[in-house]
């Protein structure tokens, strides 16, 4: 029984690992987060691909189930890319790293995070709001106060 859940966690993890080297751009991922794209990976296309394929022990039925497991894993993990970390799939803002981790890493911010870090930047700040009395948005009345606002909380 300890034999066959290591060997799901060790197939698993290989999976995964494969199916993320597979697609292109960061995806910073622990090692169970892997583990579990593996596993879900392998059930999914390994269960279609044995399906369609047989289950029989001969090598191509073993290949084909493999390689249904590394492009289910793939499939999740795109979807995963594309609609939990809101990022696109192809394109060079593929390559970049998510801004923010999804789960509780996006609601409790990184360790040691104070509340100041996570306000925007003043000086951005300070250059829309130029930006919106130049266009005539904001009168100079409206743009002084705020921008007082803003150099008082920095």
């Known amino acids: 029984m300890l034999g066959a859940i290591i ?10 690992a494969l ?5 292109p751009g960061p ?3 622990s ?6 794209l ?15 394929f047989g289950a029989e022990q001969d090598s ?6 493999l390689i249904g497991s590394i492009v289910a894993s793939m499939l999740l993990l ?3 890319r594309r609609f939990v970390q809101k990022r696109p799939i192809t394109g ?3 390559h970049r790293a998510p801004a923010e981790r999804a789960g509780l890493g996006s609601v409790l911010g990184p360790p040691g995070r104070d509340a100041r870090a996570a306000q925007p930047n003043v000086d951005d700040q300070l250059r829309k709001l130029s930006e919106l009395h130049r266009d005539g948005v904001l009168t100079d009345e409206e743009f002084e106060a705020k921008r007082a606002e803003l150099l008082a909380r920095s």
């Open 38 to 52: 593996g596993v879900f990976g392998s059930f999914l296309g390994g269960g279609i691909a044995a399906v369609i």
């Open 78 to 80: 795109i979807g995963y």
């Open 19 to 23: 199916a993320r080297w597979a697609v």
């Open 60 to 65: 191509g039925s073993v290949f084909a189930i």
């Open 27 to 29: 995806d910073p991922m």
């Open 31 to 36: 090692v169970p987060m892997t583990i579990l």
């Open 7 to 16: 060997q799901v966690l060790v197939s698993g993890f290989i999976i995964g």
């Open 92 to 94: 060079p803002d593929a």
